[in-house]
């Protein structure tokens, strides 16, 4: 299993608060988002990370010229800007058959890592297509943008049966009720989701591939499942998500793990720049 990080998007819900840095290397605490998503991937014994950028964002690639951990991480150029599932569709032959991890790097999960050790846990289980559920409150609903949404049947544990996908919508997330499960943008899915990316193409003929038409088709050919997560998934591809983190890790020193022979050695010098754009 591959750990795909699609980071090539224009994160344009935080372009002014990001003044110019991307958004996958804003601050977290003490390191840039991305790093959080390459945690999880070699927690969960992932040996092969594939992150998909932009030819605007060479400065992400840049940041893990000096990584030396236990897995790799390799770079791929998304042509156009289509949307996720396009850039997750580059990744085709790097997962040579096998199923595939899947992590936006504007969802962090806290504590960190664990949340894809737990899917990786379950999937093994079930062999279905496995999603991130998280518990959002009204708090942390002001920090989500409309996506996600999901009806879901308890099966057991902390396993859920997904029912339906909605699609994304501009406003914020909204609760139906006083909490409701989210789906999260970590997720994992069998070798056959590139053919249902292909699929997709030819439904969406204007706009970009987002995962929620995969998912929709996912779902109604093969079913998926929903894992409970323990923790809280924020949302930093927001302005009030990211203040959210930010603060989540502030109030709780050391909740998050550090795989530090990897990752103390990424580029010292962009370090300091995400140092005086948090200051």
Not at 35 to 41: F, L, Q, R, T
Not at 230 to 235: A, I, L, M, S, T
Not at 255 to 272: I, M, P, Y
Request: aromatic share 8%.
């Amino acid at each position: 299993m591959i750990l795909i990080i699609p980071s090539a998007g224009l994160g344009t819900r935080m372009k002014k608060a990001a003044q110019g840095v991307p958004k996958e290397l804003l601050p977290v605490g003490d390191r840039p988002a991305i790093e959080y998503a390459v945690d999880e991937g070699i927690s969960a014994g992932i040996e092969n990370i594939v992150i998909v950028i932009s030819k605007d964002k060479e400065v992400i690639k840049e940041h893990f010229k000096n990584f030396q951990g236990p897995a790799s991480i390799s770079f791929l150029y998304q042509k156009e800007l289509l949307g996720e599932s396009d850039a997750i569709s580059y990744a085709k032959e790097a997962a040579a058959g096998h199923a595939v991890a899947v992590i936006y790097p504007d969802n962090i999960y806290l504590p960190a890592p664990g949340a894809l050790k737990r899917l990786m846990a379950v999937y093994s289980r079930y062999n279905t297509d496995m999603i991130a559920l998280n518990e959002v409150t009204e708090e942390i609903s002001h920090g989500l943008s409309n996506s996600g949404r999901v009806d879901v049947s308890h099966m057991q544990d902390d396993v859920f049966r997904i029912k339906n996908f909605y699609d994304k919508t501009r406003e914020r997330f909204v609760l139906r009720q006083k909490t409701e499960l989210r789906a999260c943008g970590i997720y994992i899915s069998g070798p056959f989701i590139f053919d249902y990316i292909e699929r997709s193409r030819r439904v969406i003929h204007d706009g970009e591939l987002t995962d929620i038409t995969v998912r929709k088709m996912i779902l109604e050919d093969k079913g998926m499942l929903g894992c409970k997560l323990p923790g809280q998934v924020f949302d930093i591809g927001s302005p009030v998500g990211y203040k959210q983190c930010v603060e989540y890790i502030s109030k709780y020193p050391g909740r998050e793990k550090r795989f530090k022979s990897a990752l103390d050695k990424v580029n010292k010098a962009h370090r300091k720049t995400l140092k005086k754009l948090s200051g």
